[in-house]
T-cell receptor, first 115, second 111 residues
Framework: EPEVTQTPSHQVTQMGQEVILRCVPI?????FYWYRQILGQKVEFLVSFYNNEISEKSEIFDDQFSVERPDGSNFTLKIRSTKLEDSAMYFC?????????????FGPGTRLTVL | DAKTTQPPSMDCAEGRAANLPCNHSTISGNEYVYWYRQIHSQGPQYIIHGLKNNETNEMASLIITEDRKSSTLILPHATLRDTAVYYCIVSRMDSSYKLIFGSGTRLLVRP
């Protein structure tokens, strides 16, 4: 069964450093998403992406965040200058947006620890 | 904010049916009911979704009331591996919809 994959599984970085989280969505999917979950809190929507453009972003997704689909398979989330409060699990998801079957499938997540 | 209300926790015995309720009294006509679950800190796992008819798949059944203001997820024969947080989410099925997660129901399946 196709699945969303994410690398790395765990990323440790120093405050102020840039990090890039990588995702490989399901191959025939066209819509891509990033969510995050701070330890003990709810899963929060960050951004959705379609046709090489951001479709929607949340208040969390400020200028420090960016997304990119650099090739036909990868979808990345970049945090330019990490803060302590960026420590969280980051989940990538994808969907095909087919009527009546559209479902977002999530990857296993990347645990980001900012020191 | 999430548009659903779920009990914070439930438990059931292994092998028995787990019935997880969800209230979504403000659901709109074009919104679907989705159920996901999250085991530990893993990525949310899709379970099932429906609009107004009851739905069944290999994982679970979804019963939606006629007025669509509430639903019940049924795991027919719960196993220990079904211990997880279960999220009921209402969302439009259109381009670039986002899922708004609430706190969910923490289901504990007892041996």
């Amino acid at each position: 069964e196709p699945e969303v994959t994410q690398t790395p599984s765990h990323q440790v970085t120093q405050m102020g450093q840039e990090v890039i989280l990588r995702c490989v969505p399901i191959s025939n999917h066209l819509y891509f998403y990033w969510y995050r979950q701070i330890l003990g809190q709810k899963v929060e929507f960050l951004v959705s992406f379609y046709n090489n453009e951001i479709s929607e972003k949340s208040e969390i997704f400020d200028d420090q965040f960016s997304v990119e689909r650099p090739d036909g398979s990868n979808f990345t989330l970049k945090i330019r200058s990490t803060k302590l409060e960026d420590s969280a699990m980051y989940f990538c998801a994808s969907s095909d947006n087919s009527p009546s079957t559209d479902t977002q499938y999530f990857g296993p997540g990347t645990r980001l620890t900012v020191l | 904010d999430a548009k659903t209300t779920q009990p914070p926790s439930m438990d059931c015995a292994e092998g028995r049916a787990a019935n997880l309720p969800c209230n979504h009294s403000t659901i709109s006509g074009n919104e679907y009911v989705y159920w996901y679950r999250q085991i530990h800190s893993q990525g949310p796992q899709y379970i099932i979704h429906g609009l107004k008819n009851n739905e069944t798949n290999e994982m679970a059944s979804l019963i939606i009331t006629e007025d669509r203001k509430s639903s019940t997820l049924i795991l027919p024969h719960a196993t220990l591996r079904d211990t997880a947080v279960y999220y009921c989410i209402v969302s439009r099925m259109d381009s670039s919809y986002k899922l708004i997660f609430g706190s969910g129901t923490r289901l504990l399946v007892r041996p």
